[in-house]
């Protein structure tokens, strides 16, 4: 299995930046995957943006232009650097992992929150 530690959240003001970080380990040989997700009380876990291993990611429209998602898989390490974030950023941001072995289940991390003041 895969193993998820995310870090970087914290307080902050409308306007600012902020950059969450996950690390992963365990068996990391391939993963195909790696993201961020996020929920607030009462809804769903949400997309927030992805890396591929071949290189392609994907933002939620919320996002785009203001969220550049990057990985270092040697390092085994994905990084959500966010922008002009805004009070409706504000929710738990979740690391997320799929490995390619389908004998290896996803995996999340333990979640960091992310407030913004505004």
């Known amino acids: 299995q895969v193993q998820l530690v995310e870090s970087g959240g914290g307080l902050v003001q409308a306007g600012d930046s902020l950059r969450l970080s996950c690390v992963a380990s365990?068996?990391?040989?391939?993963?195909?995957?790696m993201g961020w997700y996020r929920q607030t009380p009462g809804k769903a876990r949400e997309l927030v943006a992805m890396?591929?291993?071949?290189?392609?990611?994907n933002y939620a429209n919320s996002v785009k232009g203001r969220a550049t998602i990057s990985r270092d898989d040697a390092r085994n390490t994905v990084h959500l650097q966010m922008r002009s974030l805004k009070p409706e950023d504000t929710a738990v941001y979740y690391c997320?992992?799929?490995?390619?072995?389908?004998?290896?289940?996803?995996?999340w991390g333990q979640g960091t929150q992310v407030t913004v003041s505004s």
């Open positions: 997320y992992a799929r490995p390619c072995w389908s004998h290896l289940q996803d995996s």
């Open positions: 890396a591929t291993n071949g290189g392609s990611t």
């Open positions: 365990g068996d990391t040989t391939c993963i195909s995957i």
